[in-house]
Nanobody, 115 residues
Framework: QVQLVESGGGLVQPGGSLRLSCAASISRFGVNRVVWHRQAPGRERELVADITSDGGTNYAESVKGRFTISRDNAKNTVYLQMNSLKPEDTAVYYC?????????WGQGTQVTVSS
């Protein structure tokens, strides 16, 4: 059974940092593209960043230069380092893996940026 478990969320002041982790129990983790999404109250879920099997990365314009996605295949884990956080980054953050024909999602971790 595939499980994705996010952790690392919390309350942080504007300008602060957090590092999210997504630990995956899935075979051959290294072959998968992994995606971080987020969903703020009243808004649609949006892609934040993704990382391919060979380490290629992609970011939403709103987080470029502030967030960094990385992976440790030995630990079956993907990270999202978030710096210079803004109130508009407040959301539930989810990691996601698509492996045909299934989509796998974690339960999400809350990130709140507020003074």
């Amino acid at each position: 059974q595939v499980q994705l478990v996010e952790s690392g969320g919390g309350l942080v002041q504007p300008g602060g940092s957090l590092r999210l982790s997504c630990a995956a129990s899935i075979s051959r983790f290294g072959v998968n593209r992994v995606v971080w999404h987020r969903q703020a109250p009243g808004r649609e879920r949006e892609l934040v960043a993704d990382i391919t099997s060979d380490g290629g990365t992609n970011y939403a314009e709103s987080v470029k230069g502030r967030f960094t996605i990385s992976r440790d295949n030995a630990k079956n884990t993907v990270y999202l380092q978030m710096n210079s956080l803004k109130p508009e980054d407040t959301a539930v953050y989810y990691c996601h893996i698509y492996r045909w024909p299934n989509n796998y999602w974690g339960q999400g971790t809350q990130v709140t940026v507020s003074s």
